[in-house]
């Protein structure tokens, strides 16, 4: 018998940058990755894009935040917002 307290899922965490926040509880983060090429063993660079979910608006395009795997809200959102690390905001304005 296997108790579901004991058996923990882990979920897909990423960190990127917001590069739009113009929809509706909605950002695109952008996630880059290095990887290491299998035959030439350069370093490279991986980039894309994630639809999330941000319920209550807080990102800003700019910000580095927090995303993680979970239900699909709709066609392309799978992420949702875990939090903001770095904020972008400026009061120099």
């Given at each position: ?81 875990s939090r903001i690390v ?8």
């Amino acid at each position: 018998m296997i108790h579901e307290d004991t058996m923990t899922k882990k979920k897909l965490l990423l960190q990127g940058e917001v590069v739009s926040a113009k929809m509706e509880k909605t950002i695109v983060v952008k996630v880059v990755r290095t990887i290491k090429h299998p035959r030439f063993h350069k370093i490279l660079k991986k980039t894309k894009k994630y639809y999330a979910h941000d319920e209550k608006n807080l990102a800003q395009e700019g910000d580095v935040v927090e995303i993680y795997q979970g239900r699909p809200q709709s066609k392309m959102k799978r992420m949702y917002l875990s939090r903001i690390v770095n904020s972008s905001t400026n009061n120099n304005v």
